[in-house]
Structure formats: structure tokens, C-alpha cells
T-cell receptor, first 111, second 111 residues
Framework: DVKVTQSSRYLVKRTGEKVFLECVQDMDHENMFWYRQDPGLGLRLIYFSYDVKMKEKGDIPEGYSVSREKKERFSLILESASTNQTSMYLC??????????FGSGTQLSVL | GESVGLHLPTLSVQEGDNSIINCAYSNSASDYFIWYKQESGKGPQFIIDIRSNMDKRQGQRVTVLLNKTVKHLSLQIAATQPGDSAVYFCAENTGFQKLVFGTGTRLLVSP
């Protein structure tokens, strides 16, 4: 089975803090993604990566950056957290031509 | 559009009934479709997929039907169980790494 592991299930941070969300997948997938999910807005793509050191902006990249130094790991960085970044963050990986496999999510609260 | 959250269409069924969840997709050029199940507080879970050159695909207790003429996708769950209670949503692959998620449907299964 594909396993996508997100490092934290719940996080509470303060406004202005730098936040790192880590994601690791164990199926050697080329493609990895970060989404946020909010009630009434559904899943929105923040960034994705189709190879090591490659990144592409999704639909809502503002306020976020990403890092992919190794194939199995894709990190989402909030440079200066704000309250409107309180959300459920979902990491996913995807084989070429296949569907997305999601992690369990990180519920981030920014106070 | 994308919508998972407070005001979802809801399908209520009795345990043992068959459930049918529907999804209208938007892009006639979409070549690949996926159904996801999301339980409360968890990440979306891949259920079944289908490519546009097929009109039916079966899994364990689940069947996906694709009608390209009317751009309609359905998920049939046989002998629905209380553990099937969740939000279900479809996704269509509209292009390179472009998955568009449909409006979710909440399935409630009564014992």
C-alpha cells in the first residue's frame, strides 16, 4: 500500500512564526502535492513538484513556499504564518498516469 | 467546482441498501477520473478510478460508471455498511497534473 506520512497531525502556531510541514512518501512517486482544505471551499492546490528540486505553483501559492531536496520528501513552508492560513493541509503523491494518494492531513491553527 | 464542508448534498441510506453517488464533470477532454472517500478528520482515500476509454469498472463492493455523452460519473456501493459513512467526491484529470475535484456528497448509513 502507498503510504504518505505527514509529520504532524495537529499544529498550533503564532502569527508571524515560520512553519514547516513535512511529508514523506514511500512509493517512489515522481509527483507530490500540497493542498489545503477549508469548509465550503474544498481542496485547493498550493504547490506541486514533478521531480527533485522542481516546483510549480498551484492555484493559491501566495504566502507559501516548498522544498523538494529528495524524491520522497516534500516540505511546505509558511514564511510568516497568518490567521488566514489556519486550515487542514493535505500532502499527496501521484505516480505517472495514476491518482493522488493523500496523507492524513495536518490541522494547522494560527493564533 | 470544489466544495467539501458544511453544506454538502446528503444521501441517507439503510445498512444493506445499495448507494449511488453522482458527479457531473466539466471538461469533455478529461481522460481519467477518480473517486475518493473522506472520513471526518482524515485525508481523502482513493477508492477507484476509471479511464475515459472505459464506461464501467468494478472493485470490491464498488462500481464506477462513466457516461461521456452527458459528462456524468457515478459511484455505486453495494450492500452499504455503517463504515461507508463519509464524504465522497470525484476528481477529473483535465491536463498535466490538473485534478479538478467535484462537489462532495455526504453519505449517511443508518444501522
Amino acid at each position: 500500500d502507498v503510504k504518505v506520512t505527514q509529520s504532524s497531525r495537529y499544529l498550533v502556531k503564532r502569527t508571524g512564526e515560520k512553519v514547516f510541514l513535512e511529508c514523506v512518501q514511500d512509493m517512489d512517486h515522481e509527483n507530490m502535492f500540497w493542498y489545503r482544505q477549508d469548509p465550503g471551499l474544498g481542496l485547493r492546490l498550493i504547490y506541486f513538484s514533478y521531480d527533485v528540486k522542481m516546483k510549480e505553483k498551484g492555484d493559491i501559492p501566495e504566502g507559501y513556499s516548498v522544498s523538494r531536496e529528495k524524491k520522497e520528501r516534500f516540505s511546505l513552508i509558511l514564511e510568516s504564518a497568518s490567521t488566514n492560513q489556519t486550515s487542514m493541509y493535505l500532502c499527496a503523491s501521484r505516480p505517472v498516469g495514476g491518482g493522488l494518494f493523500f496523507g492524513s492531513g495536518t490541522q494547522l491553527s494560527v493564533l | 467546482g470544489e466544495s467539501v464542508g458544511l453544506h454538502l448534498p446528503t444521501l441517507s441510506v439503510q445498512e444493506g441498501d445499495n448507494s449511488i453517488i453522482n458527479c457531473a464533470y466539466s471538461n469533455s477532454a478529461s481522460d481519467y477520473f477518480i473517486w475518493y472517500k473522506q472520513e471526518s478528520g482524515k485525508g481523502p482515500q482513493f477508492i477507484i478510478d476509471i479511464r475515459s476509454n472505459m464506461d464501467k469498472r468494478q472493485g470490491q463492493r464498488v462500481t464506477v460508471l462513466l457516461n461521456k455523452t452527458v459528462k456524468h460519473l457515478s459511484l455505486q456501493i453495494a450492500a452499504t455498511q455503517p463504515g461507508d459513512s463519509a464524504v465522497y467526491f470525484c476528481a477529473e484529470n483535465t491536463g498535466f497534473q490538473k485534478l479538478v475535484f467535484g462537489t462532495g456528497t455526504r453519505l449517511l448509513v443508518s444501522p
